[in-house]
Structure formats: C-alpha cells, structure tokens
C-alpha cells in the first residue's frame, strides 16, 4: 500500500508557472514508478509524466517542452514543475504509484489557468 498526498495546485495566469507535489507514505525506492495524470472537465484522465525508480522520465510529447518531473528521494516526494501555463492546461491533476503493478493514486489537485 501507498498513500499519496499532492499539493501545489491553484490559479495562475497564462505564461504563468506552478510546482506540484507528491509525497507518498512510503520510500520512493520501494516504488517502481510515479507519475502525473489530468484529468480535464468532459475529459478522459491523460498521462502528463513518468518517472521510474531509476530516474528514468518520459512525457506525453505536447508537455514536455513546458513540464518536468522529478524527485527527492530524502523527502520520498515527487515534483511537477509547471512553465508556460496555458488555460488548456487546466485540470486535476493526479499523484500515481505503480506498485509492482498494482496502481494507487491520490485525491488530485486542481490547477486552473485564467486571466
């Protein structure tokens, strides 16, 4: 089991940045990967990023360029630093584990990008 705790969402401007946070319950190099999914009102949930215990990341293509993953093994804490905010980016967005195939998320949290 893996509880997940995201933090860091909120409103922002276009062109705007944000710095999501994941803290899981557990010691991230007990996890095979986390991640960051969204999910958009009328939307189905999407992939944003991955990243192994390893540190190997992957993005979906049309975020990469703006997002970047990364963790802090010490604060066993997964980030998603946000750039260039647009207002297509808003959504809730999601904390996931993949434990040894079993899939745990947390509660979300919302980011909204308006002017």
């Known amino acids: 089991q893996v509880q997940l705790v995201e933090s860091g969402g909120g409103l922002v401007q276009p062109g705007g940045s944000l710095r999501l946070s994941c803290a899981a319950s557990r010691i991230l190099g007990s996890i095979n990967s986390m991640g960051w999914y969204r999910q958009a009102p009328g939307k189905q949930r999407e992939m944003v990023a991955t990243?192994?215990?390893?540190?190997?990341?992957n993005y979906t293509d049309s975020m990469k360029d703006r997002f970047t993953i990364s963790s802090n093994s010490a604060k066993d804490t997964v980030y998603l630093q946000m750039n260039s905010l647009k207002p297509e980016d808003t959504a809730v967005y999601y904390c996931?584990?993949?434990?040894?195939?079993?899939?745990?998320w947390g509660q979300g949290t919302q980011v909204t990008v308006s002017s």
């Open positions: 990243i192994t215990r390893a540190g190997r990341t």
């Open positions: 996931n584990a993949n434990l040894y195939g079993h899939l745990f």
